[in-house]
């Protein structure tokens, strides 16, 4: 299975902000991680490849977010949220496109905003992550991988998930696998690889995608269970035959 992704921009409309509630709401912090749930935000809209530019008015962190009001031509200005970084009032910034939302409430910040783009954050590294983000089928891990089954009620291999998918869709479903590669942070998940030497890998069924809270460590054998969603599409270039969704991942 070739997992794609792909990002997308669109041109914001203006969110006009009168400068003495920004100022205020610069003064806003939180502690807690910040979350996307889907209830909170409209689906992403998709949008053509090209880097945002633009001056930052505004920025302040939360929730492990750092979000920036940038002003772009015409004085133009939309919000943007990447992981937290450092950035300047004044510093013109070039920020990977992401995913738009509308009328997405930030619990840390108690604020709404109209529209904000989530993106990976800054061309140049947000582009690192991305090399990694693709595992294509023909992916073959150095050492072979042969980890037994999980023991228990809705306990799966990789290639019978992949194989009753349809049945398994909305179900929860137990696998014990190898960890072969994390991407940490995305849309506020990490991403988890796992193999335990069942599928095929010409045809992408041994390898399967986690998402989670939890960050395991590559070459970790673990033991994940989650919810199951068959022909998954978030809308934001995140495209799986199978995923397993907010799962707990545990160190076996």
Same mark, same amino acid.
């Given at each position: 299975m070739k997992? @794609? @992704?792909k990002l997308f921009f669109v041109f914001l409309t203006v969110i006009?902000?009168?400068f003495s509630f920004s100022a205020c709401s610069n003064k806003e912090k939180g502690n807690k991680k910040e979350s996307v749930p889907e209830k909170e935000a409209s689906k992403s809209v998709?949008?053509?490849v090209k880097p945002i530019t633009g001056k930052v008015k505004e920025t302040f962190n939360s929730g492990g977010y750092t979000y920036i009001n @940038?002003?772009?031509e015409e004085g133009k200005t939309l919000w943007i949220a990447v992981p937290e970084m450092k950035v300047k009032e004044g510093e013109t910034v070039n920020l990977m496109p992401g995913t738009e939302m509308h009328n997405f409430t930030s619990k840390t910040l108690n604020r709404?905003?109209?529209k904000i783009i989530f993106s990976l954050g800054p061309v140049g590294e947000a582009e690192k992550l991305m090399q990694g983000t693709e595992r294509k089928a023909t992916d073959i891990p150095e050492e072979p991988i042969k980890v037994e089954k999980a023991k228990g009620k809705n306990a799966y291999t990789v290639a019978e998930i992949y194989e009753k998918r349809k049945e398994l869709n909305n179900k929860t479903v137990?696998?014990?696998a190898k960890v072969v590669k994390v991407l940490s942070n995305i849309m506020a998940k990490n991403w988890v690889h796992l193999q335990d030497g069942t599928g095929d890998s010409s045809e992408g069924t041994n390898d399967l995608v986690v998402t989670t809270k939890d960050l395991p460590q590559t070459g970790d054998i673990v033991i994940a269970e989650g919810v199951?969603?068959?022909d998954k599409d978030f809308g934001s270039?995140?495209?799986y035959k199978v995923i397993v969704e907010d799962a707990k991942v545990r160190k076996d």
């Amino acid at each position: 299975m070739k997992h @794609l @992704l792909k990002l997308f921009f669109v041109f914001l409309t203006v969110i006009p902000f009168i400068f003495s509630f920004s100022a205020c709401s610069n003064k806003e912090k939180g502690n807690k991680k910040e979350s996307v749930p889907e209830k909170e935000a409209s689906k992403s809209v998709p949008s053509p490849v090209k880097p945002i530019t633009g001056k930052v008015k505004e920025t302040f962190n939360s929730g492990g977010y750092t979000y920036i009001n @940038l002003e772009q031509e015409e004085g133009k200005t939309l919000w943007i949220a990447v992981p937290e970084m450092k950035v300047k009032e004044g510093e013109t910034v070039n920020l990977m496109p992401g995913t738009e939302m509308h009328n997405f409430t930030s619990k840390t910040l108690n604020r709404t905003f109209e529209k904000i783009i989530f993106s990976l954050g800054p061309v140049g590294e947000a582009e690192k992550l991305m090399q990694g983000t693709e595992r294509k089928a023909t992916d073959i891990p150095e050492e072979p991988i042969k980890v037994e089954k999980a023991k228990g009620k809705n306990a799966y291999t990789v290639a019978e998930i992949y194989e009753k998918r349809k049945e398994l869709n909305n179900k929860t479903v137990k696998v014990r696998a190898k960890v072969v590669k994390v991407l940490s942070n995305i849309m506020a998940k990490n991403w988890v690889h796992l193999q335990d030497g069942t599928g095929d890998s010409s045809e992408g069924t041994n390898d399967l995608v986690v998402t989670t809270k939890d960050l395991p460590q590559t070459g970790d054998i673990v033991i994940a269970e989650g919810v199951a969603a068959s022909d998954k599409d978030f809308g934001s270039g995140y495209e799986y035959k199978v995923i397993v969704e907010d799962a707990k991942v545990r160190k076996d």
